[in-house]
C-alpha cells in the first residue's frame, strides 16, 4: 500500500479495483431488475456480469438484493399452500366417469 | 355454471395441431398429466378467488373444460403450464361477470392500474428492512399479497410461489415475455409498500439503520 502511493500508475490501478462503496445507486431502478432477473434465475450473461460488478461496491445494489432475496423466500416457505379437498377431486372424476 | 361456447374455446391455448384420443389415452392423461397438478391448481385458484368455495367452482370448470378440449392438449408437453392459462382465463370471464355486480371487487380500481402500469415505472426505493420481512409470518405476507390488484397478484403467484419461468408465464398470461418482466418487477414493488405500511401499523422498525 505504502509502495503505491509513490507510484501513480499502481495507485490508479488499485483505485480501479477497490472502489469506495456506493451509498445510493442513480441506476436502482434498473439494477432492481437485474437483481429480480438473477433471483429469478432469467438473468442473461450482461445481466449477471452487471449483478457481479455492482455486488462488489454498490451498497444501495447489495442491501435491494438481500431485501428481494428474503421477500422471495418469505413467499416462497412462508405462505401457506392450500391443498385440493379430497371430495373435489372424487366430483371432478365422477362428473367425468373417470374412474377414482 | 353455464359458460357460453364462443368464450371457452377462448380460454383453451391454441395447439398447432389436434390429436384424436381414445377414452382409454384420455383417462390416461388425465390421471397422469392433469392430477397431479391440482393441488397446485387449488393453491392458484384460492390465491386468486381468496374464497374457498369460489376456488372449488373454478378448479372443477378448469378441470371439466380441461376433459372437454383435451384433444388440443398435445402429450408430454407443458400440462401445468396449459392447465393454469385454462384456470386463468376462465377466471378473468368469470370475474368480468361479477364485476356487473357491485359487490366483490372493483374492476374499474384493477384496469385503471393494469392501464397505468408501464407509466408507473417511476423510481422507487423502500426502507423495509430485511429483517422486519424475516420476523413476519406467512399470514402477513398472504395479506400483503392479498392486498395487491389481480394482475400484480397472479405474477407474483406464478413466478415465487410456483415457480414458472417467464417464458411460463408469457404463455399462461399471453403477454410478451418484457411485460411478464415489468409487470413483475412493479408487482413486487407494490408487495414491499404493502410490507411496509403493514410493518409500520403493527410497530416494527422500518427505518434504515
Known amino acids: ?100 | 355454471m353455464s359458460v357460453i361456447m364462443s368464450e371457452e374455446i377462448e380460454e383453451i391455448p391454441l395447439a398447432s395441431s389436434e390429436t384424436s384420443y381414445n377414452d382409454a389415452e384420455k383417462n390416461d392423461i388425465f390421471n397422469r398429466e392433469f392430477m397431479p397438478h391440482i393441488n397446485s391448481m387449488y393453491n392458484f385458484a384460492f390465491r386468486l378467488t381468496m374464497d374457498e368455495d369460489d376456488a372449488n367452482d373454478l378448479v372443477q370448470d378448469t378441470y371439466l373444460k380441461a376433459f372437454r378440449f383435451i384433444s388440443s392438449f398435445e402429450r408430454g408437453t407443458n400440462a401445468k403450464a396449459w392447465l393454469f392459462r385454462i384456470l386463468k382465463n376462465s377466471f378473468i370471464n368469470d370475474y368480468r361477470k361479477r364485476s356487473k355486480e357491485p359487490s366483490k371487487v372493483d374492476y374499474q380500481e384493477v384496469e385503471t392500474t393494469y392501464n397505468s402500469e408501464e407509466a408507473a415505472e417511476v423510481d422507487h426505493t423502500t426502507d423495509l428492512r430485511v429483517e422486519t420481512v424475516q420476523d413476519m409470518i406467512g399470514d402477513e405476507v398472504a395479506t400483503a399479497l392479498n392486498s395487491l390488484p389481480v394482475d400484480f397478484r397472479t405474477v407474483i403467484i406464478l413466478c415465487d410461489i410456483e415457480g414458472f419461468t417467464y417464458e411460463e408465464m408469457a404463455k399462461i398470461l399471453d403477454i410478451p415475455i418484457g411485460t411478464v418482466r415489468s409487470r413483475l418487477h412493479r408487482a413486487r414493488n407494490l408487495l414491499k409498500d404493502k410490507l411496509k405500511v403493514y410493518a409500520s401499523s403493527m410497530g416494527y422498525d422500518t427505518d434504515e439503520d
Open chain 1, 1 to 100: 500500500m505504502l509502495l503505491d502511493m509513490h507510484s501513480s500508475a499502481s495507485a490508479s490501478e488499485n483505485n480501479e479495483t477497490r472502489k469506495p462503496q456506493k451509498q445510493y445507486c442513480e441506476h436502482h431502478a434498473e439494477c432492481l431488475k437485474k437483481i429480480q432477473a438473477v433471483l429469478d434465475g432469467e438473468a442473461s450473461e450482461a445481466e449477471k456480469e452487471h449483478f457481479r460488478e455492482n455486488m462488489d461496491d454498490c451498497l444501495h445494489c447489495i442491501k435491494m438484493y438481500h431485501l428481494e432475496k428474503c421477500v422471495k423466500e418469505s413467499l416462497q416457505a412462508k405462505v401457506d399452500k392450500r391443498l385440493c379437498p379430497d371430495n373435489l377431486v372424487q366430483a371432478i372424476k365422477a362428473k367425468l366417469n373417470i374412474p377414482a
